[in-house]
């Protein structure tokens, strides 16, 4: 619900956008500049990232419950493997 709301926000923002800035400087390398949709610099642009979130498949709340569960379970068992570990490592060199 939340990253719907977020998203929702995000186009409605978008589509009140301030239009295209243009420059009358002709030694400008770009005299018409729009950031939200020539993209942020590294080629990414915010309307193709809606898309894609608006497009992709969404995990449901129990789905999203399992996995988390089990990733808290994987990452205690590696703690726990870990901290023997450093244990048995410590007992040895104090003999």
């Known amino acids: 619900m939340g990253l719907t709301l977020l998203l929702l926000l995000v186009r409605e923002g978008m589509s009140q956008a301030a239009p295209v800035v243009t420059t009358n400087d002709s030694t400008a ?10 993209g942020l610099g590294g080629g990414l642009n915010p309307m193709d990232l809606l898309h894609k979130v608006q497009t992709t498949p969404s995990r449901g709340s129990d789905e999203f419950d399992s996995d988390s569960q089990k990733n808290i379970e994987t990452a205690a068992d590696k703690f726990k493997k ?14």
């Open 29 to 38: 390398p770009n005299n018409s500049v729009n950031p939200l949709t020539d």
């Open 82 to 95: 870990q901290q023997m570990q450093q244990m048995q490592n410590n007992s040895s060199t104090s003999h």
